[in-house]
């Protein structure tokens, strides 16, 4: 962050200084929520949380060299108090981005928020300094932290934003008031919160809503309910996708054997080709986000095109793909799951397994439930299952309660599957169920919505491997 005095902090965000002998003193470290992430100069936040309270950290958090303390109440070491903290810390960052005046870029959308974020981070920071949301840290505490980390000499601040209701985008563009706004997709994701897929168009265009003129909104040209935020914003809009009309699109698209895409990135300002390192069709459209933005900001399309061909995955559990020395390919996607993401996993999975295939390897699909679909999650469950036989892949374990039993089910609505589909407990079940059968050459996806703890069946499968021995691709 950039240093600021506790005196400035104590105005900027209305709190009252308690137990602060020299006001003047600086906050020139980190701003964290964490006593453990403290560092000379920090300033430490006391969050109260419903298992953990920060206030009864303060004493440590200041022995381990904090200034300070952003408190609710008197702590005993010295402290910022007000009224609500979750408040006060984003004023900091709100106060903070309007001094550095750093360009901000906000994105939001169902799914692949955090691997275009990441591509948008790798594909920026090629052209100037970029700070940018590390991992899902996109909430009303996340957004506000990861702008904290700003200092003068950043140019791009990237980040993520999430909601789970009407309202929660357009809180944090108060925070942090964005630029360039990007809307990826409308899709299935917290359908069941947010009560259908117009009420989550609903709520991810307030991103654009946010824009002042000077701005840029780069939408979707694939999605019709991204596309028709256009008329919700007075700044430029600039549409990505594969659609003849988009400005940043991708032609040729195609697959190399290890599943990877390749396609002809067409910008404004030329083309280039490129060949991702991510895995999965599905990412040609998070590659085309970021290559807007990156227009938008002045970069080539040969610069661009090159920075995404370099690019790799930032965040753990997304499409994580290892080979274990006995030629067993672990796909771990298991940080979260809903139709759009599943169904995207299922053709990666496939396509990665062609080349297996004619040497004897299977795919397997190793499935859990996908949480927050309301009254669509049997429909939903099912659909996935289906598309699991259509596409043609070898085995299906569904892992969990009810809703993976309906994955199951709806492989065997599909198709006459048999003992090609199976429903087990748990994670340990499931664990046990593959070390038993997998063979080299097979290839295995673990996914499911993060509340199951799937990731678990991948890291078990990849265990006992010495160091050097598992290469990850």
């Given at each position: 962050?950039?240093?600021?005095?506790?005196?400035?902090?104590?105005?900027?965000?209305g709190?009252?200084?308690?137990d602060?002998?020299?006001?003047?003193?600086?906050v020139?470290?980190?701003?964290?929520?964490?006593?453990?992430?403290?560092?000379?100069?920090?300033?430490?936040?006391?969050?109260?949380?419903?298992?953990?309270?920060?206030?009864?950290?303060?004493q440590?958090?200041?022995?381990?060299?904090?200034?300070?303390?952003?408190?609710?109440?008197?702590?005993?070491?010295?402290a910022?108090?007000?009224?609500?903290?979750?408040?006060?810390?984003?004023?900091?960052?709100?106060?903070?981005?309007?001094?550095?005046?750093?360009?901000?870029?906000?994105?939001?959308?169902?799914?692949?928020?955090?691997?275009?974020?990441?591509?948008?981070?790798?594909?920026?920071?090629?052209?100037?300094?970029?700070?940018?949301?590390?991992?899902?840290?996109?909430?009303?505490?996340?957004?506000?932290?990861?702008?904290?980390?700003?200092?003068?000499?950043?140019?791009?601040?990237?980040?993520?934003?999430?909601?789970?209701?009407?309202?929660?985008?357009?809180?944090?563009?108060?925070?942090?008031?964005?630029?360039?706004?990007?809307?990826?997709?409308?899709?299935?994701?917290?359908?069941?919160?947010?009560?259908?897929?117009?009420?989550?168009?609903?709520?991810?265009?307030?991103?654009?809503?946010?824009?002042?003129?000077?701005?840029?909104?780069v939408?979707?040209?694939?999605?019709?309910?991204?596309?028709?935020?256009?008329?919700?914003?007075?700044?430029?809009?600039?549409?990505f996708?594969?659609?003849?009309?988009?400005?940043?699109?991708?032609e040729?698209?195609?697959?190399?054997?290890?599943?990877?895409?390749?396609?002809?990135?067409?910008?404004?300002?030329?083309?280039?080709?490129?060949?991702?390192?991510?895995?999965?069709?599905?990412?040609?459209?998070?590659?085309?986000?970021?290559?807007?933005?990156?227009?938008?900001?002045?970069?080539?399309?040969?610069?661009?095109?090159?920075?995404?061909?370099?690019?790799?995955?930032?965040?753990?559990?997304?499409?994580?793909?290892?080979?274990?020395?006995?030629?067993?390919?672990?796909?771990?996607?298991?940080?979260?799951?809903?139709?759009?993401?599943?169904?995207?996993?299922?053709?990666?999975?496939?396509?990665?397994?062609?080349?297996?295939?004619?040497?004897?390897?299977?795919?397997?699909?190793?499935?859990?439930?996908?949480?927050?679909?309301?009254?669509?999650?049997?429909?939903?469950?099912?659909?996935v299952?289906?598309?699991?036989?259509?596409?043609?892949?070898?085995?299906?374990?569904?892992?969990?309660?009810?809703?993976?039993?309906?994955?199951?089910?709806?492989?065997?609505?599909?198709?006459?599957?048999?003992?090609?589909?199976?429903?087990?407990?748990?994670?340990?079940?499931?664990?046990?169920?593959?070390?038993?059968?997998?063979?080299?050459?097979?290839?295995?996806?673990?996914?499911?919505?993060?509340?199951?703890?799937?990731?678990?069946?991948?890291?078990?499968?990849?265990?006992?491997?010495?160091?050097?021995?598992?290469?990850?691709r």
């Amino acid at each position: 962050m950039i240093a600021l005095s506790l005196a400035e902090i104590a105005e900027i965000v209305g709190g009252q200084p308690h137990d602060i002998p020299d006001p003047s003193v600086q906050v020139s470290g980190p701003v964290v929520i964490d006593s453990r992430q403290v560092a000379a100069g920090s300033l430490f936040v006391a969050f109260a949380g419903e298992n953990v309270d920060g206030h009864d950290y303060a004493q440590r958090a200041f022995e381990a060299g904090a200034v300070a303390v952003l408190a609710a109440r008197p702590v005993g070491v010295p402290a910022i108090v007000v009224d609500d903290v979750q408040a006060a810390l984003g004023a900091l960052a709100r106060d903070v981005v309007d001094r550095l005046g750093t360009e901000v870029v906000a994105l939001t959308g169902s799914s692949g928020k955090t691997s275009t974020k990441d591509l948008i981070a790798q594909v920026l920071q090629r052209h100037a300094p970029t700070v940018f949301t590390p991992g899902s840290l996109n909430n009303e505490i996340g957004l506000p932290l990861t702008a904290l980390t700003a200092t003068a000499e950043t140019r791009h601040l990237v980040l993520e934003m999430g909601a789970r209701g009407v309202g929660h985008i357009r809180y944090l563009t108060g925070l942090t008031p964005p630029t360039i706004g990007l809307v990826l997709n409308v899709g299935s994701a917290h359908i069941g919160e947010f009560g259908g897929k117009e009420q989550i168009a609903l709520a991810k265009g307030e991103l654009v809503e946010s824009l002042p003129e000077s701005g840029c909104a780069v939408l979707n040209a694939d999605d019709p309910l991204v596309r028709a935020m256009a008329s919700r914003t007075k700044a430029p809009v600039l549409l990505f996708g594969e659609a003849a009309d988009a400005d940043v699109r991708a032609e040729n698209v195609r697959l190399t054997a290890a599943g990877q895409p390749s396609f002809s990135l067409h910008t404004p300002s030329g083309c280039g080709d490129v060949t991702l390192r991510l895995y999965g069709e599905h990412h040609v459209s998070n590659a085309l986000a970021a290559a807007a933005v990156a227009h938008e900001l002045g970069m080539s399309a040969d610069e661009i095109a090159r920075a995404l061909s370099e690019a790799g995955s930032l965040s753990r559990w997304r499409m994580e793909v290892t080979e274990r020395p006995d030629g067993v390919t672990v796909v771990n996607d298991a940080y979260n799951a809903n139709p759009e993401s599943m169904r995207a996993a299922l053709r990666a999975l496939v396509a990665m397994g062609q080349a297996s295939r004619a040497r004897g390897g299977r795919t397997w699909a190793v499935l859990g439930p996908m949480a927050e679909l309301g009254d669509d999650a049997l429909a939903e469950h099912d659909a996935v299952g289906r598309l699991a036989v259509r596409l043609n892949v070898s085995k299906l374990v569904a892992v969990g309660g009810r809703e993976a039993s309906w994955l199951q089910l709806g492989a065997y609505n599909e198709g006459s599957w048999g003992e090609e589909s199976v429903h087990v407990s748990d994670a340990q079940a499931a664990v046990d169920l593959l070390r038993s059968e997998l063979r080299p050459g097979d290839v295995v996806l673990v996914k499911a919505s993060r509340s199951i703890g799937l990731e678990r069946v991948a890291l078990a499968l990849l265990e006992g491997a010495a160091e050097g021995e598992v290469a990850a691709r």
